[in-house]
């Protein structure tokens, strides 16, 4: 058997090695005749498998993507070749919270307030979503949640709409599928009528997908009235992004909310058991045997901090999203747009998951146990 696996999967050859042979090529380089010898693919999110890309996949059985999300796949022309495909549900959610809380406490830092003050608005409560509303309610933070698809088939309790949240919060995270029709389309959901409702003062974070916000009309809003914050970490025409808002962005990455190795090696180890499934072989490699020892796994606090300067700290521990907000600008200024925002992601540097941090309270901080284990860490 002949595997094509991405050259930015982490774990491709202690999983897929054993089952044939294995090429390995850069997501966005690969083409119609690379998939002509080729009986299973394993891509990220870069890669598009439409009708094009498997004009010349004869003997293609199987795809596999190492993502939460599906957009860049054609599901139903995979179906109408008899291919199998899988996904990564959930895969680096853990991931997406931990960018999130990092960048609102960044944020809270730099500009003088406290996430405590704060109510936020949750647009799309799924893997990423509902973890986040989990975490924050845990903590005590106001939370509003949108998901028209959940509140349709669950009922309304729970859910609000999309313009309550618009109306009454201060912040707005957008953690919503890329859907380009149908009644929950997500295309352009913050079009430029939606952020002009935006309340001055608002924060809005996107780490979904570009193309569920207008970017043209977030830059008029950033640039012309500069009443409002944007974090983004995912934008339309990813890679080669709108370098105006990128600069206008008070916190800009490229597309690596989800990049801890937890989340990845996660990923790669969902896609190989998927595969293994799609054989009929056992899948003997475990994802405990993919994951090495985290660099730092304890932290001891004695007290003389309040709450969320201690997440803010045991955060950093393990990921500071500083770091690669401060990469994009310094590499995409060095090679260009799109191949600076591809050098991030090809050359990220180690991150794990703050659930691999634990925490040692000294008695003047137990009080802080309870909410902080809420936060994600946890609490020896
Ligand atoms: N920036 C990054 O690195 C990452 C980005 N993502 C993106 O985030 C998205 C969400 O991830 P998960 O939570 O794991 O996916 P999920 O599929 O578990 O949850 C998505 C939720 O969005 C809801 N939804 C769909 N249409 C909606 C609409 N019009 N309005 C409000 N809610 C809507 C769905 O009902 C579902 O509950 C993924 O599809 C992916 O595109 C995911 C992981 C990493
Ligand atoms: O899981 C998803 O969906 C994501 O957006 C991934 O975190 C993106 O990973 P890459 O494909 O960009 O490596």
């Known amino acids: 058997m002949r595997l094509l696996v991405d050259a930015n999967v982490p774990g491709a ?18 083409a119609p005749a690379d998939l002509r010898d080729v009986d299973a693919l394993v891509i990220r999110s870069i890669t598009r498998v439409d009708e094009a890309l498997l004009a010349e996949a004869s003997r293609l059985r199987f795809v596999g993507t190492c993502t939460i999300g599906t957009d860049h796949v054609d599901t139903r022309a995979l179906a109408e070749r008899g291919i199998a495909f899988a996904s990564a549900p959930g895969c680096n959610a853990e991931a997406v919270v931990d960018y999130v809380l990092g960048s609102l406490l960044t944020l809270a830092e730099r500009q003088g307030w406290r996430l405590a003050e704060r109510r936020v608005g949750i647009v799309g409560v799924g893997n990423v979503g509902g973890r986040l509303l989990a975490r924050l309610s845990v903590m005590g ?12 088939v669950e009922g309304r309790e729970g859910f609000e709409k999309l313009e309550t949240l618009i109306g009454e919060c201060d912040v707005l995270c957008l953690h919503t599928p890329l859907v380009r029709d149908g009644p929950h389309a997500t295309h352009h959901l913050l079009d430029a009528q939606r952020l002009a409702e935006l309340s001055p003062g608002t924060l809005l974070l996107n780490a979904g997908r570009g193309d569920c916000i207008d970017g043209q009309a977030l830059r008029q809003r950033l640039a012309g009235q500069g009443d409002i914050s944007a974090v983004l970490d995912v934008w339309e025409g ?33 896609i190989y058991a998927a595969l293994c499934r799609h054989l009929g072989l056992p899948a003997r490699l475990g994802l405990d045997e993919l994951l090495p020892a985290p660099p730092v796994t304890r932290i001891a606090l004695d007290g003389g901090l309040e709450a969320e300067e201690a997440l803010r700290l045991c955060l950093r521990t393990v990921y500071d999203v500083r770091r690669d907000h401060d990469s994009l600008r310094r590499e995409s200024y060095r090679l260009g747009m799109a191949r600076g925002f591809d050098a991030c992601r090809a050359n990220y540097p180690l991150r794990r998951e703050l659930s691999t941090l634990s925490l040692e309270l000294g008695p003047k901080a137990q009080a802080l146990a309870p909410w902080l284990q809420g936060a994600g860490l946890n609490v020896a």
């Open 13 to 30: 050859e202690a999983c897929f090695g054993p089952l044939g042979e294995l090429v390995r090529m850069p997501g966005r380089e690969i």
């Open 141 to 152: 933070i106001a939370c509003l949640a949108c998901d028209p698809p959940r509140a349709e």
């Open 238 to 270: 990813e890679p080669g992004i709108d370098p105006a808002l990128r600069d206008l962005a008070q916190i800009a990455t490229p597309h690596i909310a989800g990049h801890s190795l937890d989340g990845k090696l996660r990923g790669t180890h969902q």
